[in-house]
Structure formats: structure tokens, C-alpha cells
């Protein structure tokens, strides 16, 4: 344990602390405070309200927007170093500090007691705001979301005095504060407090043996990474590949299907890029493994006049992965460090220089015609000449769609894919352009809706984790439908009275943050 760290203008560790992923982002706080316990966070806290100061908090630095960077924030709460992974016997379940990394949360899990949650992919993504905001990952097909093991948060909360105070809310039925729980099942994050503690234990769960309350992954799984050549890829040829993606998914995106066991990651990249690349991850103990595997291949490949190949380029957060241009088995944890890390210089996760901007979409139904062909539109736009731009297909459904939209805060219970457009690049003075070829493209995508992907049967709404303060725009989204209810669907109001409730001051806020009713 240390003391907690001040970290003021004049120290040279600040210009590395008031930054995230994002560089477009980069803070001017009076102060970093470095935490190390749920007590010096209540104690930093109650600091700022005492001094009236605006705090925000970081904890993996992967927030897309300016939410905790911002030059309205006078002191950033870091959580970076409150990263233990350890079972609490207490309560009969997993404990993880809100600074853990994913990496750093699937090695303890699974080497000391063989089970995981299905969290995300990127190792360097901290479990704070990743779980508050619902948690997706490769294996929720098989297990659901991170949230549906969420068993109880830890949270700094600031009362209608201005008294900070650490909380502790669960899933019981009989826990006057289970609303704040709830509302760290897919609320968001820097909404309602500081998330110091997660506790994880599966639903249904019974005894007290640690290796029977959190899901045991696949002893093994089977990997493959495929590409084809947008030089040999034709109009039709991409239309395919992509109607293919979207029916296989609609058609195994009930739960209990049998092929809940397979994720896949469609990675259309820019023409510029060279390739469009398709990673797909199954389980492989389950019977006719490798024959569902290939059989998604199959399907993926037909009707796409040209042939598929090894991913030879580094695309989105990987690495070239041309070993596995052929499918291979390997143990869970392996593959899950293979996917989940970068490949040295090859991948752009530790880039110091980066600047990105992010949309996102939920998919209920394959994607439309005039979808199809603004995608071919943009992603062969001459406007940019950047391998970095793409729309990343991700597998959903599954048991993701076995848990009510009510049951938790994340309301997105019905959807077979979701997806993600964004383009990153290094140098300011190309912002402007980045920015507007983005904007185009989600506007025209959805263009029959207002310019965004209103919740109707084919789309439905957008994913808070990936936030994008341009939906708060009339501007931008000029459909009737607000920013949250994209976000969170009938489940605003809840959170909102869980805002009045536990943040009555709004000390807790950010661009997009859950508001006081009103």
C-alpha cells in the first residue's frame, strides 16, 4: 500500500498522466491523484467537493470522448494502481479493483482458480468503466455479458451535504442500495460515483469452491485468421461478405444455439489498406467443433469472387496473423493473450501519437441494401488514403440475448451484431478531415433515421462504451430519438433515478453523463 500521489503541473510525470489512448484528449488539472484504497479515494474526493474543485476519473485510459480529459476538470482520480484480482471469501466471490487491466484480470483468474468472466478483448482496457458499461467481449456468446456475473461494486458516492463515502451494492434482492448495483450493469461510467471494487460470482452459483462460481472457459479453442484482397474483391464480392456475416448472425443470435460458442471480429478496412480481414474464435471442446468452425468459414466465403488468404497486415488492435491462415487449436489462455496483446511495433495500442474518433451501432437484422452501399462507398472513398479507417463487424447474441433488457442497465438484448466505424491517425492538422469523412459516412448509413441507428427493427441504438458526444448533436443526430435513448434505451429513467438518488449533487459528471430528472 502507499500513500496517495500528488501529481501537480510542476512534476514531470504530469504530461504522462492527463492523457488517455485518445490524443486528441489531453487534460489540464490542477492535480492527478494517484489512489491506492477504497479510503484515500474518499478522502481525495471529499477533497474536491470540500474544495469545489471538478473532478473526473481515469481508469484504462481508453475513454473515446474527452469525458475524463478536459479542460473543465480541475482533478483527475487515478485508479491505475489499485489493481488487485483476489477471491473474498466474505463474500463468496471474485474481488477486482477497479484499475485492473483485462490481461491482468484473465491471468489471475484462470491460472489460480480456472474460470474468467467474458470481458473484452484489448489487454490494456482497465475493468472500470469496461464493466460499468456492460462488458463485451469473445466470449459472450457462450457466457453473456461481464455484467450478468457482476455481483455486487464498491462506489465513492457524495451525498446531498457533500459528505464522500464508500458503498458497497449487490444483487440481492433484499439490498436497499441494489439500484446503484443495477446501475453499474451497463449505466456507464463516471455517472454516479468512483468505481473502487467489483465483486464477480455467476448467477445461480452455489457452494462456496471458488472454481464453481465464474464460468470455466474452453480448455481449448480454435483460432483462424483469413483476409481477402480488396485488389481481387469486386462491388458484389463485398456485398456478399458482408450480407454473409450479418445472416449467419441473425440466424444463431437466439440463445442456446449451437453455435453460441463462436465469435468473430469482420475488420472492413479502408481500400488503402489492402486487406479486409475476418478473426475468428470457437469453442473447441464442444461436438463437431471443428466442423461448426469451418462451417462458418464456408458460409462466410460464399458467393465472394475471390479467394480468401492470411491476414499479412496489421489491422484495427492486431498484429499480421498469418499462422493461422489455417485454423488452430490452442489452450484458451494462449489465444486470449494472442488476440488480446499487440504485436510490437505492428499494432497502434501503445502509439503515443494517436488520434481517433468512434460511432457505433447495434444490429437486430442483416444489414439493408443502402447499407451495404455506403459502406462500399466510404470504405473505397478517395477523400482518405489511410489503412487505419475501417467498420468492425463483432458478434453479439447469443446468451447475451438470454437476459432481460430490464434486468440489467444494459438494454441491448435483442441485437445478432454490433459495430463499430472509426479512423485514427497522428497529426492535428488532419483532424478536421478524419472528423468530417467519419461524419459522413454514420450520417448517410443512417440516413433514413435521422443519422443514426435509431432502435427499430433493423438497428438498434449504440453501444455506451464506445461513447460519441456527436449524438448530443441536432447537428449530427437529427432524429427524434436523444443520445440516451441510444445508449440505454427504457432503462434511462431508472438510471436517472438512481442519479437523484446517489449523485443529488451531479458530482459525477462528464459530456454525456446520466442527468437529474428534471
Not at 446503484?180 to 468512483?194: E, M, Q, S, Y
Not at 439493408?368 to 487505419?388: M, R
Request: aromatic share 10%.
Amino acid at each position: 500500500m502507499f500513500s496517495p500521489v500528488t501529481v501537480t503541473p510542476k512534476d514531470p510525470r504530469y504530461t504522462d498522466l492527463v492523457r488517455g489512448l485518445n490524443q486528441r484528449w489531453i487534460g489540464r488539472p490542477q492535480s492527478v491523484q494517484l489512489v491506492g484504497s477504497t479510503a484515500q479515494t474518499v478522502t481525495v474526493v471529499q477533497q474536491a467537493v470540500r474544495e469545489g474543485k471538478r473532478l473526473s476519473v481515469h481508469g484504462g485510459g481508453h475513454c473515446f470522448e474527452d469525458f475524463v480529459y478536459n479542460a473543465d476538470v480541475q482533478l483527475v482520480v487515478d485508479m491505475s494502481e489499485m489493481k488487485q484480482v483476489y477471491f473474498d471469501a466474505a463474500r463468496n466471490a471474485f474481488a477486482v479493483e477497479a484499475g485492473a487491466t483485462l490481461l491482468e484480470v484473465y491471468e489471475t483468474l484462470y491460472r489460480l482458480w480456472g474460470v474468467t468472466i467474458p470481458a473484452g478483448v484489448c489487454y490494456t482496457v482497465g475493468v472500470g468503466g469496461h464493466i460499468s458499461g456492460g462488458g463485451w467481449g469473445m466470449l459472450c456468446r457462450q457466457y453473456g455479458l461481464s455484467v450478468d456475473h457482476l455481483y455486487a461494486v464498491e462506489v465513492v458516492v457524495v451525498d446531498a451535504g457533500g459528505t464522500a463515502r464508500a458503498v458497497v451494492a449487490t444483487r440481492e434482492k433484499s439490498d436497499p442500495n441494489r439500484d446503484l448495483w443495477w446501475a453499474h450493469t451497463g449505466g456507464g461510467g463516471g455517472n454516479f460515483g468512483v468505481v473502487t471494487r467489483y465483486w464477480f460470482r455467476s448467477p445461480g452459483a452455489r457452494g462456496t469452491d471458488p472454481a464453481a462460481l465464474l464460468p470455466a472457459p474452453p480448455r481449448q479453442v480454435l483460432v483462424s485468421a483469413i483476409s481477402w484482397e480488396w485488389s481481387e474483391l469486386t462491388r458484389s464480392g463485398f456485398t456478399a461478405l458482408v450480407k454473409n456475416f450479418g445472416a449467419w448472425h441473425v440466424a444463431n443470435s437466439a440463445p442456446g444455439n449451437r453455435s453460441e460458442g463462436l465469435c468473430a471480429l469482420l475488420t472492413l478496412s479502408h481500400r488503402s489498406h489492402g486487406q479486409i480481414s475476418l478473426v475468428t474464435q470457437s469453442d473447441a471442446t464442444v461436438p463437431d467443433a471443428e466442423r461448426l468452425h469451418n462451417d462458418f468459414l464456408t458460409a462466410m466465403r460464399t458467393g465472394v469472387n475471390a479467394p480468401s488468404g492470411a491476414v499479412t497486415s496489421a489491422f484495427g488492435e492486431h498484429g499480421p496473423m498469418p499462422e493461422f491462415a489455417a485454423v488452430q487449436r490452442l489452450p484458451w489462455l494462449q489465444a486470449t493473450r494472442k488476440l488480446g496483446t499487440t504485436v510490437g511495433s505492428s499494432t497502434n495500442v501503445n502509439d503515443p501519437t494517436i488520434r481517433a474518433d468512434h460511432k457505433s451501432a447495434y444490429m437486430r437484422q442483416n444489414f439493408p441494401d443502402k447499407h451495404v452501399a455506403v459502406l462500399y462507398k466510404h470504405l473505397t472513398s478517395p477523400v482518405i488514403d489511410n489503412p487505419a479507417a475501417m467498420a468492425q463487424l463483432h458478434s453479439f447474441g447469443g446468451m447475451v440475448n438470454a437476459t432481460r433488457p430490464t434486468a440489467t442497465a444494459s438494454a441491448h438484448r435483442d441485437s445478432a451484431m454490433k459495430l463499430i466505424i472509426y479512423v485514427q491517425w497522428s497529426d492535428q492538422a488532419d483532424d478536421a478531415g478524419y472528423i468530417s469523412w467519419l461524419r459522413d459516412f454514420y450520417r448517410e448509413l443512417y440516413a433514413d433515421t435521422g443519422g443514426v441507428p435509431v432502435p427499430n427493427a433493423v438497428t438498434d441504438g449504440c453501444y455506451v462504451n464506445y461513447p460519441d458526444i456527436d449524438l448530443s448533436d441536432p447537428r449530427q443526430n437529427r432524429s427524434a430519438v436523444p443520445w440516451y435513448t441510444l445508449y440505454y434505451k427504457e432503462n434511462y429513467p431508472r438510471l436517472q433515478q438512481v442519479k437523484s438518488a446517489w449523485d443529488p449533487r451531479d458530482t459525477f459528471r462528464h459530456g454525456q453523463s446520466v442527468q437529474l430528472p428534471r
